[in-house]
């Protein structure tokens, strides 16, 4: 297939779609597209994946909404590439479609055969710095692993499963009801074509194990908080040899008093006082390198900003940085030692300029021009 096509026009729905009309929408693409209801089109995969991943991106609202800012590049920034296969399509989305596919009498996930594991999902708070320049984190998963007494097969040492006489190893039940053929998995082995006689104790005959793993996750410079590392084969081991599951990783970005992010640009405030602002100075403010020294312009006004091209946050996935924007914050003393109320009231007359005559405060009338 040529170019991505719009997901919205993948699926047939209006870009305000909400999220229960998009799952309508592509259980019945996915009905349509099935590649066993379509043996002679060599595309049928290919469209059957795609509508997976229009629903993959557009059911989920982060991914979305990167989708609608940044096209299709944007879902990339939330940990997600596609899919490989129709068999990852049905692994990933196996809770929606239930027997769906089995009903309608052509093929779903294979049972019996290679299931990939389940997918992982956690949540790894890290330091605002991290995201200025990368960092590696160690982090810590529980997962199921297989079981090593038994090697993954759920049966004691010495033993192996068995074919099921129910279903004679295919996993799956057929009925017939008039003129419809209802094929469903086996209750007898819950659609794997074997049953387990003598179980592990180790597993308890599930073939697989709960321990701590812990895994080494890049942060890539640019990241935002809320968005999502995707970890390719991290997730739960997959069974009958069948390939792992993948670990979702949700950043939660602990937040900078000094900074606030906007995108990739970031904003902080200096804070001078009156005569700083009057008359220029160099004063030390915080930036994402560390301390430097600003050079504030004589006759500087409160809300001023000096910007700092590409002194930002780094561009996600591309080269550049954002800007940093350094807005001024002009203090007004609320006390004034009588010596410098009296010059300042002496710089007034001098300008002409009318201020309050009560004593002991700098009145809110200094600075602005006669009546």
């Keep these: 297939m040529s170019a991505k096509r719009d997901y919205y026009e993948v699926l047939g729905v209006p870009r305000e779609a909400e999220g229960p009309d998009i799952k309508r929408a592509y259980r019945k693409k996915a009905v349509e597209l099935h590649p066993d209801r379509n043996p002679d089109n060599p595309d049928a995969e290919e469209l059957f994946k795609e509508a997976a991943e229009a629903f993959e991106v557009l059911s989920d609202p982060e991914k979305r909404q990167l989708y609608d800012r940044f096209g299709h590049e944007g879902p990339a920034r939330a940990g997600f590439s596609g899919f490989q296969g129709t068999d990852d399509v049905f692994s990933h989305f196996g809770d929606l479609f239930g027997d769906l596919f ?16 389940a997918d992982l999902r956690v949540r790894l708070t890290v330091p605002f710095t991290d995201i200025i320049d990368g960092a590696e984190r160690e982090l810590v998963v529980p997962r199921r692993h297989r079981c090593e007494e038994c090697g993954g097969t759920g049966a004691a040492p010495g033993s192996s499963p068995v074919t099921c006489t129910q279903c004679s190893g295919t996993g799956q039940v057929v009925h017939r009801q008039g003129f419809f053929t209802l094929q469903t ?12 006689e003598e179980p592990c104790e180790a ?9 701590e793993t812990t895994l080494s996750i890049r942060i890539p410079a640019g990241l935002d908080d809320g968005q ?27 937040a900078d008093p000094r900074f606030q992010r906007e995108e990739f640009d970031v904003h902080s405030v200096v804070e001078i006082d009156m005569l700083q602002a009057c008359l220029g100075c160099t004063v030390s403010a915080p930036t994402l390198e560390g301390d430097v020294e600003i050079e504030i312009e004589p006759g500087t006004q409160p809300g001023d900003e000096i910007v700092r091209r590409g002194k930002g946050i780094p561009v996600l996935g591309r080269r550049g940085r954002g800007d940093h924007h350094l807005h001024m914050q002009v203090v007004i003393p609320k006390r004034l030692e009588a010596a410098h109320e009296d010059a300042l009231r002496k710089m007034a007359d001098d300008l002409d300029v009318t201020v309050s005559k009560k004593k002991g405060f700098l009145g809110s009338l200094l600075g602005r021009g006669k009546d």
């Design 102 to 117: 089995g009903n309608l009498g052509f093929g779903g996930r294979r049972r019996g055969g290679p299931a990939k594991g």
């Design 185 to 196: 998995a086996c209750p007898a082995c819950r659609g794997e074509g074997t049953v387990i």
């Design 203 to 211: 597993c308890s005959g599930t073939g697989v194990q709960q321990k």
């Design 228 to 254: 999502t590392l995707r970890v390719a084969g991290g997730g739960e081991p997959g069974s009958r040899g069948g390939p792992p599951g993948n670990l979702y990783v949700q950043i939660s970005v602990e």
